[in-house]
C-alpha cells in the first residue's frame, strides 16, 4: 500500500482543503498564492491556485521566459487546486498562471491571491514576501479590542490617494506614495479634527477612472502608491497619530479584464454561471456566486486580510443593495427570482450574516459599514435576530433630502421644510453615517459649494449652515475631501485637490468653521455619545418653516453640557429671534457663525443667555438671540 506523502507546513493539505470547501478557512490567504519557502536547502516559492476546471495549469514569468511548459501544477483533489514549488524564485519575482481550458485555449490569469502586482499597464503579480511586516501600533490594537463605537465620536474623512495631493512633473511620478500620503494627511487631519480616514480605491486595479471599484487583485494594496510594505507604514503611521483606518471594499462585482477573475479557468469559477445572475448589465461587470462555498470563503478570508494581517480598522462595503437584490438595475426578463419567488437574493443575505459574524467577531472594535441605498431592514440588526451584522449603514435617505433642500433658493424652502426632518422619523431604526461623499461630487453634480444657491457670500454661508446641520443630527459623519475648504470644482481622479483656493480669504473661512465643527463634535459628549438612542435628541422647533430655522438638543448622559442648536437657512436677520429652553439657567454661546474668522460680521453679543420665564416652543422657558442671515449658533448649558 502506497504511503501518502506527508505534507509540509506551507503546502495545501487535507484540512485546508475540507474548510475551503466548507467556506471556513478563515486564514486562506496564508496558503493560497505565492509565497517564499525554504524546502531543506532549496529555496523558492509555493505557488497555489484554485481553477476547478481547468485541464492544466503551470506558472510562468520572467524567469522561465514565459513557457508554459517549464513549471506545471500539480493538479489537488477534491477541489482542484494545482500547486508546485518552483526553486530559486526571488523576491518580487513577476509571474502569471497560465491555464489550459478544457476547450484547449491558453489563459494567462494574474494571481487572485497575489500580495503585490506590477504597476498599471502591467498585468502581472509578483512574488511577495508580507509575513514580516513593521508594526509599532499595538497600543492602538490594544485599544481597539475595547473600544465602543455607539458612544464615540466618529468624523470620516474619506480620500482617494491618488488625487489628494500630487507631485508636479511627469506623469507617472506624480503620486503621492503610501508613506508620503501618510505623514501629510495626518499633519491636516488631526489639524481639522477628523477621528477616522476612508480610502478609496486600495485593492490592486487596472484602471485609474475606476477609483479602484473594479477590483482585480484583492488580496494586493495597489502599486500605483508603492510596496506592501509602504501600505503597512500608512496604516501604522495612522495609528500612531490616533486616526482609524477604513477601506473601501468591494464584494459585488468585479471586472471582465483578461487578467482577473472573470471565467478564471474557462468556466464561471467566481461569479454565478447564469449570466441573469452573473452579470450586471448596467456596470459591465460579474456578479460573485455567494452560493458557492470557496467564493464565499474567498471574500470572507478577504476581509480578514486585510482587518487582521495590514491592522485596517473597519471596511466600507460597496453596492450592498445590488447584492441583495437579484433585479438590481435589470429589466424584466434580465433576473431570476429566488425559489419562493421573490427578488431577494437568499445567498447573498446569508454572506453577510457569515461575513460580519466572522470579521466582527474575531476583531472586537473593528466596523463593518454598509453602503446600502434601499429600507432593507435590520441591516445593522443582529444575524441572530434575522439582521445583516453590519456596524453602520451609510444614511443615503438623509443625505439625498439634505442635498434637494440645499439646492433650494432659500424662497423656496419653506415649502420643503419636511425634507430637513423627515431623517429624524427614521433615525434610530438603524446606526447610521450621515455621508457627503465622493458620489455627490461627480458626474456633473457640481462641488459641494456650487450645489448652494445664490452668489459669493451666499454660497458659502448656506454650506456653513448646512454642515452645522449635519453635524448637529444624529449619526457618525462622513465628509469627502476637498468639500471642508470649498472645492469649487467637481473631483477628478487625474488631478490633485485645488489647494491653492486655500489662499483665498472665503475658503479659509469656510474651512475654520468646518475645523471648528468638527473639533466641537469630538469634544463633546453631547454630539455622539447617544446617537442611537431617541432620548440624545430634542426638537426645539421642527415646524418653523416659514422662517426655515431649525432648532433641537443633543442631549448627554448625564444631562450636563447639553447643546442647543439654532440654524438659520434664509438670508434674513432676525434680530430678535426667540427660543424655547426646558431649563431657567444660563445659556453660553460656544459657536458663532457670524465671528469674522467665519467670514462674519464679527458683531459684539453676550457670549451667556439667561433664560426667563417665557414660554416659547412649548417650553416654559425662553431667551432671546440675534439671528444674522444663514446663522448658526451653537450654545451650551
Known sequence: MARTKKKKPYEIGELDQYLFGQGTHYDLYKKMGSHLVTDGRRKGAYFAVWAPNAKAVSVVGDFNNWDKDKNPMVREEPLGIYTCFIQGIEEDMIYKYCIETKTGDFL???????????????????????????????AWMEKRTTWNMDESPMSIYEAHI?????????????????????????????????????????????????????????????????????????????????????????PAHFPRDAHGLADFDGTAVYEYADPRKGEHPDWGTKIFDYGKSEVKNFLISNALFWMEHFHVD???????????????????????????????????????????SVVLGRNPGAVMIAEESTAWPKVTGKPEDDGLGFSLKWNMGWMHDFLEYMKLDPYFRKEHH??????????????????????????????MLNKMPGLGFDKYANLKVGYAFMMGHPGKKLLFMGQDFAQLREWSEERELDWYLLEEPEHQYLQAFTRDLLKLY??????????????????????DGYRSIFSFIRHSRNNKKNLLFVCNFTPMEWADYRVGVPRRKQYKLILNSDEKQYGGKGEDRPLVYKAVKQECDGRPYSFAYKLPPYGVAVFEF
Not at 208 to 213: E, F, I, T
Not at 320 to 345: C, E, P, R, T
Request: charged residues 25%.
Open 108 to 138: 494567462y490569469k494574474a494571481d487572485p491571491f497575489a500580495n503585490y502586482a506590477e504597476v498599471r499597464p502591467g498585468t502581472a503579480s509578483k512574488v511577495h514576501d508580507i509575513s514580516n511586516l513593521k508594526w509599532s501600533d499595538s
Open 162 to 250: 491618488g488625487s489628494w495631493k500630487q507631485h508636479p512633473g511627469e506623469e507617472e511620478e506624480r503620486f503621492y506614495n503610501y508613506r508620503e500620503f501618510a505623514v501629510e494627511a495626518v499633519k491636516y487631519m488631526k489639524e481639522m479634527g477628523y477621528t477616522h480616514i476612508e480610502l478609496m480605491g486600495i485593492a490592486e486595479h487596472p484602471y485609474d477612472g475606476s477609483w479602484g471599484y473594479q477590483v482585480t487583485g484583492y488580496f494586493a494594496p495597489t502599486s500605483r502608491y508603492g510596496t506592501p510594505e509602504d501600505f503597512a507604514y500608512m496604516i501604522n503611521y495612522f495609528h500612531k497619530n490616533k486616526i482609524g483606518v477604513i477601506l473601501d471594499w468591494v
Open 314 to 356: 473597519g471596511l466600507r462595503v460597496d453596492a450592498v443593495a445590488s447584492m441583495l437584490y437579484l433585479d438590481y438595475g435589470k429589466q424584466d426578463g434580465q433576473w431570476v427570482a429566488n425559489k419562493y419567488g421573490g427578488n431577494q437574493n437568499l445567498e447573498a443575505i446569508e454572506f453577510f450574516k457569515h461575513l460580519n
Open 418 to 447: 419636511n425634507q430637513m426632518t423627515f431623517a429624524m422619523t427614521y433615525a434610530y431604526s438603524e446606526k447610521y453615517v450621515l455621508v457627503l461623499s465622493h458620489d455627490e461630487v461627480v458626474h456633473l453634480k457640481c462641488s
Open 522 to 543: 469630538k469634544k463633546n459628549k453631547a454630539m455622539y455619545e447617544q446617537d442611537t438612542v431617541g432620548y440624545g435628541f430634542e426638537w426645539v422647533n421642527a415646524n
